[in-house]
């Protein structure tokens, strides 16, 4: 079936320019999760979804970053005013009850910021 | 909070060498465990993952990893490397039983040499 797939792959953005990062993570998957992976760093956990609900979101490093999951299956993570320290792979991960909650990851997308 | 750490950010072995790479844990309860391989420009792939069933735990590609709690420790181990384990690997933990985000070691990347 279908794995987890992320829009766009390659994002360019000028400095203080918004964007937003799609996930359309695999059907039937109730939780959802967005990691930020610097050059040459492991992931780091930016926000949690169950079904529609945000759960966590302790990672988001400023006020700048936002998601949402409205209707429980699709999530966007917007990033506003962008700056160069937002450059980085944007990873998105979903997972279902049972299976000890094993994660798929999708491909990310690569925020330059210029 | 948990944490994880990967000795050794490069690890260069010889094809049909020993591969082993390094992941050390803290967390104050038990947890899950899992190694993740990175490929360029791809996304996260789950090579095996240890839930306290036991503590040998064998994954795809041949590797394998144990999971020592006296040490705790759960080094990444494969008889024989080959040319395709060229990659980045990633040790994470998780807390048990809630779907949790994953806490990320810093990576090792093997290369492997004819």
């Known amino acids: 079936g279908a794995g987890v797939s992320q829009s766009p792959r390659y994002k360019v953005a000028k400095r203080g320019q918004d964007v937003a990062l799609r996930c359309d993570p695999i059907s039937g998957h109730v939780s959802l999760f967005w990691y930020q992976q610097a050059l040459g760093q492991g992931p780091e956990f930016l926000t949690y979804?169950?079904?529609?609900?945000?759960?966590?979101k302790s990672g988001l490093p400023s006020d700048r970053f936002f998601a949402e999951r409205p209707e429980g299956s699709v999530s966007t993570l917007k990033i506003q005013r962008t700056q160069q320290e937002d450059s980085a792979v944007y990873l998105c991960?979903?997972?279902?009850?049972?299976?000890?909650?094993?994660?798929?990851f999708g491909p990310g997308t690569r925020l330059t910021v210029t | 909070a948990q944490s994880v750490t990967q000795l050794g950010s490069h690890v260069s072995v010889s094809e049909g060498a020993l591969v082993l790479l390094r992941c050390n844990y803290s967390?104050?309860?038990?947890?899950?465990l899992f190694w993740y391989v990175q490929y360029p420009n791809q996304g996260l792939q789950l090579l095996l993952k240890?839930?306290?069933?036991?503590?040998l735990v064998k994954g795809i590609n041949g590797f394998e990893a144990e999971f020592k709690k006296s040490e705790t420790s759960f080094h990444l181990t494969k008889p024989s490397a080959h040319m395709s384990d060229a990659a980045e690997y990633f040790c994470?933990?998780?807390?048990?039983?809630?779907?949790?985000?994953?806490?990320f070691g810093t990576g090792t990347r093997l290369q492997v040499t004819l």
């Open positions: 991960a979903s997972s279902y009850p049972g299976s000890s909650y094993e994660q798929y």
């Open positions: 994470a933990v998780s807390e048990r039983g809630t779907a949790s985000k994953l806490t």
């Open positions: 240890y839930t306290s069933a036991a503590t």
């Open positions: 979804f169950q079904n529609e609900a945000q759960l966590d």
């Open positions: 967390s104050s309860v038990p947890p899950y």
